[in-house]
Structures are given as structure tokens and as C-alpha cells.
């Protein structure tokens, strides 16, 4: 019998079903290694599985249309772009906005989610989520590198296009 899965597939089904399901495949025990629960403990951070490449393209045409285009772009870069690899905190985060707009950073970070959930027609998904021990947000690894590779497309855009929010 062969069983064909795709990497929407192993993206779709739940972090514990797709740990086990990997661990049974490389033929390991399954009882998990420290590095098991670290990558689980990571994965548990998000309220839902990561965004595919049309669903970030069709959240980044969304944001670039949406009246507050302008400061959830800022810190959709301030997101994406830290190096740091780890969550962001609330501060550095709020950094990024126009100093009269950081006291509305959870508003901001609320509509980044909601057009995160409408661009993957899931309601609930969320863009950011809010790391409580930390102070800070994350987005997934694989939805932040997807968001890596399109951003910079949207700044190559042709001449001949009107400017985004001008």
C-alpha cells in the first residue's frame, strides 16, 4: 500500500499527529527526544498551522489595499525582517509604528490576524500570536519565510504601477 502526502497535507494535520506520524517513519521509538519536545514546544506557540504561499500573496494584496495599509506594512517588515529568529517583543514591535499610533499596537496586530484568517479562509487563524512568558509575538517559521520571499517582490513592482499607499 502506498500513502501519497503532500506538504499541505503535512501542514494541515495537527503538530502531535505530524511529530508521531514523522517519528514512525524514521523508524524511531516513540517515546520523543529532547529535540522532539523543543520542536513541539515551538509549534505549540501557534494557534493554527502556517500560511501557504497564495494565501500570504492574497494577504499582502489585502493589506496593501486596506486603509491601514501603512502602519500594518511597517510592522509586517518589523515581523518578518528581525533577525533575531525569535519572538518579537511588544516593544520593538510597537517601535516600528508612528509614535502617536503605538499605543493601538494590539488593534494593529488584531486586523493583521483577521486578514491573515480571511486571506486563508479560516476563521480563528492567526498571523501573530502573543507569547505570554515572553512579552512578545511570533509568527510560524514557515508562513515568516513565505512573507520573506513575497515582500520584496512588492517593492521590484514595476514603474509603470501606481504606488502602493500613495
Known sequence: ME???TRSDLDAMPAKLRHQLLLFLEGRPKSPDRQAKASRAAESRFAASPLER?????LLRDISFHRLGRP?????????FDDSGSPLARGKLAAAL????????????????????????????????FVRGEDAYAVHPATRQWLRDLL???????EQEEPLWE
Do not use: H, M
Open 3 to 5: 500513502l501519497t502526502l
Open 54 to 58: 497564495r494565501q500570504v500573496a492574497t
Open 72 to 80: 500594518l506594512r511597517a510592522l509586517l517588515d518589523r515581523l518578518v
Open 98 to 129: 508612528p509614535r502617536g499610533e503605538r499605543a493601538r499596537l494590539s488593534q494593529y496586530i488584531a486586523a493583521l490576524n483577521r486578514l491573515a484568517a480571511k486571506a486563508a479562509k479560516r476563521p480563528g487563524l492567526r498571523l501573530c500570536c
Open 152 to 158: 520584496p517582490g512588492i517593492e521590484r513592482a514595476g
